[in-house]
DNA sequence: GTCTATATTTTGATAGAC
DNA sequence: GTCTATCAAAATATAGAC
């Protein structure tokens, strides 16, 4: 484990801030007081706030890149590169709570890195949607409209964030699997 | 159909606006500009910002405790009381895109207001976790964790207001019956 | 019902001392 | 690395003329 530095240390605490109250109404006044120093200290480590929600957002949505692109790439029947897309949002979502409140509610604040964002996103819904039309294709998956499903899915897994910080007794391979259970075969007997 | 008063108005493209930017980042000369008017302008018709978000949120809030008291009440067995509460949703959603962001987004700067709206929303969760635990007692519904089941059905409702305006097609009995689909019996073969 | 003018506060950010 | 002092811009809101 490595040494946490001022800097990330401004955007681990930033990122909590921001899950609060959504990153406009957080003032870098909010967060030195936060961090226990003065505003202008900030700068010190920081360029500007822009630069903090940049870091913030770009880092998660890369890291979800790159779990879709090795589940796509992956052998697996697309009953299990579902369940295996869950497991990438149950573990990224848990190891960065804060981040994902960003990376959900204040995208649209990105300024330079706009772009880019909605293209990461964009296609990662593409991937998804592909896995669900390959399943239908393929009989694995009930011919219900895939972006339906599409939505219904990744709304609920983008949504982890408000809710994994709720349970004391977090496990997590059990909350994968029972969501597996509860977003595949339904909740009817 | 009764006209649209002023105040009226500016409450529907104010949150419009919430929407695409959320509330602290809209600033009174935004809405002002997309009125065609003044900042000071609006002050005529409404007392504040903060005004503007309340109504929108606790009108919203109180569509909510309404249907879900009217289908707690009903004599239906739990699926179809699920099914009734995804009709509400798509029902209200549909009705009110641009409100449902502030709802699900910026109630935490609600002011005055703020307790009564959670108040409100945990009334309505608890109503929407017992009509699940019932049904895992009748056995209609699985005996899973109805906190995970909860959450993967309200969260898939709650942002139905990002997804419905992207479909032209909308035909909201056909969503509802799709969504019931889904989210009831889920996407396996 | 809208305007101009303005009061007051708050914002992100910089300069320079220590 | 943090501070004080400060700037320039932008924020909500009010007063009063038309």
Redesign the interface.
């Known amino acids: 484990m490595k040494q946490e530095t001022r800097k990330q240390e401004i955007i681990r605490i930033a990122a909590k801030l921001f899950k609060?109250?959504?990153?406009?109404?957080v003032t870098m006044r909010d967060l030195a007081k936060a961090m226990g120093i003065k505003a202008a200290s900030l700068y010190n480590h920081i360029n500007s706030k822009q630069d903090i929600l940049k870091t913030i957002i770009i880092s998660l949505a890369e890291e979800f890149t790159e779990g879709m692109k090795l589940i796509q790439t992956s052998d697996e029947n697309c009953?299990d590169k579902l369940k295996s897309i869950i497991e990438l949002h149950v573990r990224i979502s848990s190891q960065n709570i804060y981040g994902m409140a960003s990376l959900n509610?204040?995208w649209?604040?990105l300024e330079e890195k706009l772009e880019y964002y909605q293209k990461l996103r964009i296609d990662y819904e593409n991937d998804f949607r592909n896995i669900?039309k390959e399943g239908i294709v393929s009989?694995?998956?009930?011919n219900?409209?895939p972006?339906?499903?599409m939505?219904?899915?990744l709304?609920?897994l983008?949504?982890l964030y408000?809710?994994i910080p709720k349970?004391e007794d977090l496990n997590l391979e059990e909350?994968s699997s029972?969501?597996s259970?509860?977003?595949?075969?339904?909740?009817?007997?």
């Open positions: 609060e109250k959504g990153y406009s109404a009953i509610n204040d649209m604040h669900l009989g694995e998956i009930v219900v409209k972006d339906v499903m939505f219904s899915i709304t609920t983008r949504s408000i809710w349970k909350l029972t969501l259970k509860i977003l595949i075969t339904g909740i009817n007997k």
